[in-house]
């Protein structure tokens, strides 16, 4: 008997694809789902034993569940228009706790635009499942599917800050703003707008799989390669000092770790002044090839990226 624990995540979503019957404009496989012309439906889960770090408030979690779904809509470059969240909490949690939760949701949401519309309460070990809905409003949705050799590969920020906020829980270091980068993810709704508004994206994802994950992702489903310059790749100072510190891999920190969630996207070098002109911050970290899987180039060495390798 073959168990979920050994396949993993991915390997089980490919399963589900293979027998899902096909709906909607954009269905199972991107960042969202687009239904019809212009709504973009996306939904996560976040659970009290995977998702709550040490340190971590009631608050922070509930800006945490929203944020890893609203993350889904800014990689298709939908303008979000709801939110509903079904909680699944214990007994015996504080009430107060369960209000914290909803509150963090709420900011979040409004953050980025919209509202909590609905949602469901049950008895449970701790668990929100969040649904985000957007709208396209008229603009052609940003896919995994569009990169092709000669695209530049770049990021909307810096790299490494929630890798390095678990690090400096785990090894005992203090720095509150690598804690709070894992903490309380910035959902780039606003950038991911621009981006589809801006017509020379060719693909885009959010990296909340990792740097690493997002690289190959797009490779495979792009049916590219990509090199990536690791002197190129962004980061807060600290992200450096914690590596340093703790003696884990500046690589691991910025490829290897969930909880980015920054947009990567692909576009065409000649009409990049689009994005500067509209003021949007993004750093270049590579070009696209044609050699079917992604490379890091440090030091003039080139390694292959891969999921498990780091």
């Known amino acids: 008997m073959v168990q979920i624990g050994d396949v993993g995540e991915r390997q089980l979503i490919e399963g589900f694809k293979s027998f899902l019957r096909p709906e909607g404009r954009v269905g199972p496989g991107d960042d969202a789902a687009v239904i019809g012309k212009d709504i973009v439906v996306t939904t996560d ?23 890893v779904n609203f993350s889904d809509l800014a990689a298709m470059g939908a303008r979000p228009i709801g939110f509903t969240a079904a909680l699944a909490l214990p007994q015996t949690l504080d009430i107060q706790a369960a209000y914290d939760i909803m509150s963090g949701i709420d ?52 790299l490494g800050g929630p890798a390095a906020g678990f690090v400096a829980l785990d090894k005992g270091i203090d720095c509150q703003d690598a804690k709070d980068a894992l903490y309380m993810p910035i959902p780039r709704v606003a950038e991911g ?46 992200v450096d000092d914690i590596a340093e510190e703790s003696g884990e891999s500046i690589e691991k920190l910025l490829l290897g ?3 980015e969630y920054e947009l990567m996207f692909t ?20 070009m696209v090839n044609d050699s079917g899987h992604p490379e890091l180039v440090r030091d003039g060495k080139r390694s292959v990226i891969d999921y498990g390798k780091y």
């Open 45 to 67: 889960i976040v659970t009290f034993d995977r998702h709550f770090p040490a340190g971590m408030s009631y608050e922070q979690f509930g800006w945490y569940a929203a944020a």
């Open 107 to 158: 900011q979040c949401a409004e953050f980025c635009g919209t509202g909590v519309v609905g949602g469901d309460t049950k008895p449970g070990p701790g668990v929100v499942a969040g649904t985000a809905i957007g709208s396209m409003d008229g603009r052609a949705p940003l896919l995994r599917t569009g990169a092709k050799p000669g695209d530049v590969v770049a990021v909307t920020g810096p």
């Open 193 to 238: 707008v621009q981006l589809s508004e801006s017509g020379i994206v060719s693909s885009c994802m959010d990296l909340s799989d990792g740097l690493a994950t997002a690289l190959k992702t797009i490779c495979s489903a792009s049916n590219v390669g990509i090199d990536v310059e690791f002197d190129f790749l962004p980061r807060e100072t600290y």
């Open 257 to 259: 770790w969930g909880g």
């Open 267 to 286: 576009a065409d070098p000649d009409r990049l002044r689009k994005l500067y002109d509209m003021e949007l911050e993004f750093s270049i970290i590579g």
